[in-house]
C-alpha cells in the first residue's frame, strides 16, 4: 500500500475513555503532522515531527498526546476528551518539515466524543 | 486571527463555466501559497501552488492568480466538470517554520 494511511477511519469514544489514533506513510518522508479538520474552521496543526523529533506543538490541551517511534508512524494518544474534540484528524507527511514541502494527507479519522 | 481568509464558503456552477475562489492575506513573510482539493472522505490533496515572484501559474484547467500589493491569490478553474466538486483549500507559509496556514475551504459543486 502506498501513501498515507490512517486507522480507525471512525471512531466514537466516551469522555473517559482511552484511545489511540494510528498513521503510516510509505512514502519515505521524514516529516509527519497531526492536523484538526473541523466544519467551517481552517486545518489547525496540531504536531510536527521532523526526524522523529517533535518541533511544533500548536498549544494543544494536554489530553491529546502524540508519539512518533520512527519516521514511517505517528501515533495521537486521547484520552478524558471533550465533545468539542469531535473532529477529522488528519495525518500528513512531507519529505521533510520546511516552507514549500508538498503534504501528502491522510483520508483521516472520523472522531466523535459522546 | 485568521491568517488567511478564503471566500466564497460555497459555489455552484454550470458545467463548461469558469469557478473562481479566492484568498486574501495579512502577513507579508508568507512566501508560499498552495491550494488543496479535498474529496468527501479523503485527505486534502496538493493541486497547484505558487510563489510571489510570479503573478501567475497553470497548470490544465487550474490557474491562480497572484496579486502580491493587495496581498491576494485566487484559484481559476477553467471548463469547470462535475469531477471538480469538491471542497478547496488555499493556505499559505513562510520562509521559516513548519506551519500552514489554511483557509476555511471553499465547497464547489459543479452541476451538468
Known amino acids: 500500500e502506498t501513501g498515507v494511511t490512517q486507522t480507525p477511519r471512525h471512531l466514537v469514544m466516551g469522555m473517559t475513555n482511552k484511545k489511540s489514533l494510528k498513521c503510516e506513510q510509505h512514502?519515505?518522508?521524514?516529516?509527519m503532522y497531526w492536523y484538526k479538520q473541523s466544519a467551517k474552521k481552517p486545518l489547525e496543526l496540531m504536531f510536527v515531527y521532523n526526524f522523529k523529533e517533535q518541533t511544533e506543538n500548536n498549544s494543544v490541551p494536554s489530553r491529546f498526546s502524540p508519539e512518533c517511534p520512527n519516521s514511517s508512524h505517528l501515533f495521537l494518544h486521547l484520552h478524558t476528551l471533550q465533545p468539542e474534540d469531535s473532529a477529522l484528524y488528519l495525518c500528513?507527511?512531507?519529505?521533510?518539515?520546511?516552507?514549500?514541502?508538498?503534504?501528502?494527507f491522510g483520508s483521516g479519522t472520523q472522531l466523535s466524543v459522546l | 486571527q485568521q491568517q488567511v481568509k478564503q471566500s466564497p464558503q460555497s459555489l455552484i456552477v454550470q458545467k463548461g463555466g469558469i469557478s473562481i475562489i479566492n484568498c486574501a492575506y495579512e502577513?507579508?513573510?508568507?512566501?508560499?501559497f498552495p491550494w488543496y482539493q479535498q474529496f468527501p472522505g479523503k485527505g486534502p490533496a496538493l493541486l497547484i501552488a505558487i510563489r510571489p515572484d510570479v503573478s501567475e501559474k497553470k497548470e490544465g484547467r487550474f490557474t491562480i492568480s497572484f496579486n502580491k500589493s493587495a496581498k491576494q491569490f485566487s484559484l481559476h478553474i477553467m471548463d469547470s466538470q462535475p469531477g471538480d466538486s469538491a471542497t478547496y483549500f488555499c493556505a499559505a507559509s513562510r520562509n521559516t517554520g513548519n506551519q500552514f496556514y489554511f483557509g476555511t475551504g471553499t465547497s464547489l459543486t459543479v452541476i451538468p
Open positions: 512514502l519515505g518522508h521524514n516529516a
Open positions: 500528513a507527511s512531507s519529505q521533510a518539515a520546511g516552507v514549500g514541502e508538498k503534504l501528502f
Open positions: 502577513n507579508t513573510a508568507f512566501d508560499y
